[in-house]
């Protein structure tokens, strides 16, 4: 199936939300993970608090169904930087080279469509997957801290 991305709608929003899992993954400190449970009024402010100037929130599609959610944000017209950031649905979408597909594409978007010099993204250090995927899309890793590792993709 073809992986595309689109601009997120509230309606894609609330379909991709329904069928969404936490990632254990993502949450360095255990305790702090809960299951997700779906609810109209959190996803509607979620989708609200998304639309400002400096992001763009694509979905990521596999046909016509939302499988993740892939972002441009912090985006600085002048320095030309931004950072990506990704989540996918739930165990059911990942690997299957759908994240790796919608990082390339918004990726292209970035540099292509929004002229931007350098892309940053951060993943969480047990997240080894992430990391993965970052450095085969062309990610460069900077740095680290306690919780992240930092990457960084120049305009090729």
């Not at 100037?53 to 017209?77: A, H, Q, S």
């Not at 030309?80 to 759908?98: A, D, E």
């Not at 997957?129 to 899309?137: I, P």
Request: proline share 4%; glycine share 6%; with cysteine.
């Amino acid at each position: 199936m073809e992986i595309t991305i689109t601009p997120m709608t509230r309606s894609m929003c609330h379909e991709f939300y329904q069928e969404f899992e936490n990632d254990p993954d993502i949450f360095m400190d255990m305790s702090r993970f809960v299951p997700y449970e779906y609810a109209w009024e959190q996803t509607e402010r979620y989708f609200e608090e998304q639309q400002t100037p400096d992001r763009i929130v694509f979905m990521v599609m596999e046909g016509e169904r939302p499988v993740g959610e892939v972002k441009l944000k912090y985006i600085d017209r002048e320095a030309k930087q931004c950072s990506l950031g990704i989540h996918l649905q739930n165990n059911g979408v990942k690997n299957r080279g759908v994240g790796t597909a919608a990082e390339r594409l918004a990726l292209e978007y970035a540099f292509n469509a929004l002229g931007m010099e350098v892309v940053n993204a951060d993943a969480v250090l047990k997240n080894k997957r992430s990391q993965h995927v970052l450095e085969k899309v062309g990610f460069v890793y900077v740095r680290e801290d306690d919780t992240f590792r930092y990457y960084i993709c120049k305009r090729p």
